[in-house]
């Protein structure tokens, strides 16, 4: 069982931007692709938001976000990161960091861990 801890949430205002933390147990990243699916307030469901392949040479992001967010990692110190730039007011949600079992597409995936989860609040 993989053990993620998020960090860098908070409130802002539009237009603002913050960076995400992601960090794992020894070797929860390894082999494996990893990102960050978000819970927007009265969802039910976590949407796909970014993700990352194991190697770093592929990235995915929801439409919603590109060209806003960027997602990387730090293989070494077993760290995931989200920046997040010009954030709007639909972007307020409890993101997550998430370790992928399997990622073939920003639609198609299945997610075997999660962090606990940090809110993000961005006010108009």
């Known amino acids: 069982q993989v053990q993620l801890v998020e960090s860098g949430g908070g409130l802002v205002q539009a237009g603002a931007s913050l960076r995400l933390t992601c960090t794992g147990s020894d070797g929860a990243f390894s082999g494996y692709a990893m990102g960050w699916l978000r819970q927007a307030p009265g969802k039910e469901d976590r949407d796909f938001v970014a993700a990352i392949s194991w190697s770093a040479g592929d990235t995915y992001y929801d439409d919603s976000v590109k060209g806003r967010f960027t997602v990387s990692r730090d293989k070494s110190a077993n760290t995931l990161y989200l920046q997040m730039d010009n954030l709007k007011p639909e972007d307020t949600a409890v993101y997550y960091c998430?370790?992928?079992?399997?990622?073939?597409?920003?639609?198609?995936?299945?997610?075997?861990?999660w962090g606990q989860g940090t809110q993000v609040t961005v006010s108009s």
């Open positions: 998430a370790h992928f079992r399997t990622l073939v597409s920003v639609s198609w995936y299945k997610v075997d861990g």
